[in-house]
């Protein structure tokens, strides 16, 4: 599987990410507008796990092959001009998903590391923390911010509530083992289904905070 064909597993779906605000108050949608909204969009098995035993991926995919897939990919990074994921995640993808070219050269991608790397006009090297990092962001300019992983990443920002936006792809297929998506949280978080999708034994589910 090329990072292609997994982008577009955790991507598709309804194409209401986060924008029904309609259902919101006045003051949940001035807040909304002048704050960039923070997203995870992340596959994940029937039994929670992001990833097999060995960091794999290769698993995610629908229950049919021959099935055609709903692309809403390109309405979707309209919203989108940053990246955030950890090391694991951006060593994964430029050596193993897609070693000869960097995919999300469209966005600023910063890359949340304690090893020492020279950063570039499109990728950031960053040793501070996720959750400071997002802070910044959500007050800075610009299009919303996109976090694409990894686990450790995503379970840091969770327990400090900082994530607008849960979009999840469930993977018909049960790993028994590997990395979960959720951990340990400081508190119970209320959570409003915006939009449920199901097609090729896959299913979208879209939730923003109550």
């Not at 969009?41 to 960091?55: E, K, Q, T, V």
């Not at 991926?57 to 049919?64: K, N, P």
């Not at 790993?175 to 090729?200: A, M, V």
Request: proline share 1%; glycine share 6%; hydrophobic share 35%.
């Amino acid at each position: 599987m090329d990072l292609l064909d997994y982008r577009m597993i955790i991507l598709n779906g309804s194409k209401r990410v986060c924008n029904d605000l309609e259902k919101m108050s006045n003051s949940q949608v001035k807040e909304i507008k002048n704050v960039r909204k923070i997203s995870l969009f992340i596959a994940m098995s029937l039994d929670g796990y992001i990833a097999d035993s060995r960091g794999g991926v290769d698993w995610l995919a629908g229950q049919e092959n021959d099935q055609e897939n709903i692309d809403v990919y390109s309405d979707f990074v309209k919203d989108i001009d940053t990246v955030l994921m950890g090391w694991n995640t951006y060593h994964q993808i430029v050596t193993e998903l897609s070693p000869d070219k960097w995919v999300y050269d469209d966005f600023t991608t910063y890359v949340v590391t304690h090893n020492k790397h020279t950063s570039s006009d499109k990728i950031y090297f960053t040793g501070e923390s996720p959750a400071e990092l997002v802070k910044k962001l959500r007050e800075g300019n610009g299009k919303d911010v996109w976090i694409c992983g990894g686990a450790n990443l995503i379970q840091q920002l969770v327990r400090e509530d900082l994530i607008d936006c849960y979009y999840i792809t469930v993977i018909p297929t049960i790993l028994g083992s590997g990395i979960r998506l959720f951990e340990y949280t400081k508190h119970e978080i209320k959570l409003r289904l915006l939009s449920i999708q199901s097609y090729n034994g896959m299913t979208d589910l879209i939730y923003t905070r109550r």
